[in-house]
Nanobody, 116 residues
C-alpha cells in the first residue's frame, strides 16, 4: 500500500507564496494523472491542478497563472507552487493519484491559510 504525504502548507499573507509537496512512499505504476484537490470539511471539493503521465497540465480557472503543478519522478514527488495567494485560496489541499486500472490514492491533506 503506497502512502502519500503532503507538506508545505501553512499561514501566509495575501500575495505570498507556498510550495506544497506530496511524496509517495514508493513508486506507483499505472498512473493516469497526479492531481491536487482542495476542500474543507463539509464543503464541496475543487480540482485545482492536474498533470498526466505524459506531462500535460490543466488548472482550475481560479488558479491559472498563479499556481504551477510539477512532478519529480525520481523522487516520487508531486509539487504545487502557489504564488499571489488570495484569502479565497484558504483550504485543505490534498494530492491524489488517479490509476485507471488500479486503486487510487489520497494524501492526508495539508492546511493552507491565507490571511493578513
Amino acid at each position: 500500500q503506497v502512502q502519500l504525504v503532503e507538506s508545505g502548507g501553512g499561514l501566509v499573507q495575501p500575495g505570498g507564496s507556498l510550495r506544497l509537496s506530496c511524496v509517495a512512499s514508493g513508486p506507483i505504476v499505472g498512473v493516469g494523472a497526479w492531481r491536487w484537490y482542495r476542500h474543507a470539511v463539509g464543503q464541496e471539493g475543487e480540482l485545482v491542478a492536474s498533470i498526466t503521465n505524459k506531462g500535460t497540465t490543466t488548472y482550475a480557472d481560479s488558479v491559472k497563472g498563479r499556481f504551477t503543478i510539477s512532478r519529480d519522478n525520481g523522487k516520487n514527488t508531486l509539487y504545487l507552487q502557489m504564488n499571489s495567494l488570495k484569502p479565497e485560496d484558504t483550504d485543505i489541499y490534498y494530492c491524489y493519484v488517479d490509476r485507471p486500472f488500479g486503486e487510487d490514492y489520497w494524501g492526508q491533506g495539508t492546511q493552507v491559510t491565507v490571511s493578513s
